[in-house]
């Protein structure tokens, strides 16, 4: 039997009903960044024009990158 607050798999609710804004960090950035990049392979391949902003995203470099 579940107890009040918690779900069937022990994770408890949060007790806010306002959700915890997510804040960009680095990570995210690098994520965009490598989606960017198969973005641009993607097009490639179905022969279609990657935009502008992708190409400029895609040329940022990423941590670990030479």
Do not use: F, N
């Amino acid at each position: 039997m579940e107890s009040q607050g918690m779900h069937a798999d022990g994770a408890a609710e949060r007790e806010s009903k306002y959700p915890i804004k997510h804040l960009a960090s680095s990570y995210d950035r690098g994520v965009q960044i490598a989606a960017a990049r198969v973005r641009i392979i993607t097009d490639r391949g179905l022969g279609k024009r990657t935009p502008d902003w992708i190409l400029q995203l895609a040329a940022e470099k990423l941590a670990g990158d030479y």
